[in-house]
């Protein structure tokens, strides 16, 4: 019987030398094949995948990949592995999800642009007019009728107050106060009109997103729980992004819908009390006591008028 492997003293003894040359070949043979399978490339865990080819011209030309072509399941797997980081990848892994987020943004864009225009302080109080107003009433030049008439020809929010006001000329200051009141909160709900719908989607986006990330998780581990035990740190991972994905979009759309619905309704606030401030001015000239004041000033201003015109003729007759 031959033997395969020979001990350390066979091959250091001087007998080797004197060894059938048959027996020496089979040493040899016997250590090339152990070094071929210790050594070999086909020894590895993972068996070498095919070779690309590709088309060039009317000849097909293996491809300079090493691994070759990974297989479709395995390509499947790596491409839902990748984070979606592009707009077009984002559009396509969200779906259906994106359908409720771009109607909330749309919605918040359109009312923010229209309350932007509405509330221009030059629409509501245009200072022109307020201004003009006012200094006709102080110097007398305007009675109920063409004040009113003022009013309707200058259509603005503070016309209407000024105008509701006017309706009650001469009555008593509490009177005309009420009435300016009313007009005010008339005009105050117009100019509050759609701020809550600016609300509503800052409160209700980041819940969408929440019910996104819920149901995305879901899915996530349905995926795992179906899946083979391999990979699946990975594949709860990529769910877990792209549930997380709604949560960003649904911040995306409130923050900007709050910060514009409150700067919104700070500027409400200021033209209500810039309002607020000339219905007073006019209560106090077209209330009945306003009025008297007025004439008593107007009669005492001519009185001293009259007076100093009269001394200045004397001395100039006796002199």
């Known amino acids: 019987m031959i033997k395969l492997f ?3 003293q066979e091959f250091s003894t001087p007998d080797l030398a004197v060894q059938s040359p048959s027996r020496r070949l089979v ?27 590709e088309q060039r011209g009317d000849q097909l030309v293996e491809a300079a990949d090493p691994d070759g072509p990974l297989p479709e399941s395995v390509a499947a797997v790596k491409q839902r592995q990748v984070i979606p980081s ?7 892994e969200m779906g259906y999800f994106l359908l409720p987020f771009v109607i ?5 864009m359109w009312f923010i642009i229209e ?5 221009r302080s030059g629409r509501v109080i245009p200072r022109h007019f307020v201004s003009r107003f006012l200094k006709l009433l102080r110097d007398g030049k305007l009675n109920a009728r ?4 003022l009013c309707e020809e200058n259509p603005s929010p503070i016309a209407s107050v000024f105008a509701h006001g006017v309706r009650k000329w001469g009555k008593p200051s509490v009177e005309v106060e009420q009435a300016i009141i009313d007009g005010g909160e008339r005009q105050l709900s117009q100019l509050r009109k759609h701020l809550r719908v600016i609300n509503g989607v800052a409160t209700v986006a ?14 996530a581990f349905n995926e795992i729980a179906n899946s083979s035990a391999m990979g699946k740190a990975e594949e709860l991972a990529v769910g877990i992004a792209m549930a997380l994905l709604t949560t960003a979009f649904g911040l995306g759309i409130a923050i900007p819908s709050l910060i514009m619905y409150m700067y919104l309704a700070g500027r409400v606030d200021g033209l209500v009390m810039e309002m607020d401030q000339n219905a007073q001015d006019l209560v106090h000239l077209i209330s009945a006591e306003g009025l008297a004041a007025s004439a008593a000033s107007r009669k005492a201003t001519t009185t001293t008028t009259t007076t100093a015109k009269t001394k200045t003729d004397k001395a100039a007759s006796k002199s």
């Open 6 to 8: 020979h001990s350390p």
């Open 27 to 53: 040493s040899l043979v016997v250590t090339l094949l152990v070094t071929l399978v210790l050594f070999s490339p086909f020894a590895s865990a993972q068996e070498r995948l095919p070779k690309v080819v």
């Open 86 to 92: 592009t707009p077009e990848d984002i559009i396509e």
């Open 104 to 108: 909330a943004s749309i919605i918040s």
């Open 115 to 119: 309350r932007l225009v509405i509330l």
């Open 146 to 149: 063409s004040a009113l008439k």
């Open 206 to 219: 980041p819940l969408m997103g929440l019910l996104g990330t819920v149901i995305g998780m879901i899915q």
